[in-house]
């Protein structure tokens, strides 16, 4: 009976040791995967927030690829070049489109960050008062191309 209780214990004291033991693996793996090191490879690429959008024209394309229905039956359109804008106490790029519709007219405001856009909202008050627009017809010819389909 001794040597019974003896082993119950031992098996006891062994299981213990094997299930703290891997909880400790675990917490270290999870405190590891929270953590600022990089155990696996290089760390990220800093993001630079005022990257300028070189492809603007061709990612407001895709964006209406995606989000079609606000500018459907455009006739007209236009885009200007991206600027720095401040915004609180952060610069961003942003960007003015204009689209113009059998009876009605949009004024949106793009807002990039990292070099991609960000946010696309209505223009309000003069946000786009003062910038240069240039004629933008293959959003028109985009938008056409997406109405055909349907």
Known sequence: MARETSRAVL?????????LGCVL?????????????????????AVDPTAYPENYKKDVLTYVRTHPRELLNAREASISTPALKQFGTQSRY?????VNGPDWRKEKMLVFYSGEINQLI??????????????????????????GKK
């Open 94 to 98: 942003f960007a003015c489109l204009r």
């Open 25 to 45: 693996i675990m917490l270290l793996a999870a405190v590891a995967g929270c953590s600022d090191f990089e155990f696996w490879g290089k760390p990220e690429k």
């Open 11 to 19: 098996g006891r004291a062994v299981l213990g040791r094997a299930v």
């Open 122 to 147: 209505d223009a309000e008050g003069d946000q786009c008062s003062a910038v240069a627009y240039q004629p933008f017809p293959e959003l028109v010819t985009e938008i056409s191309e997406l109405k």
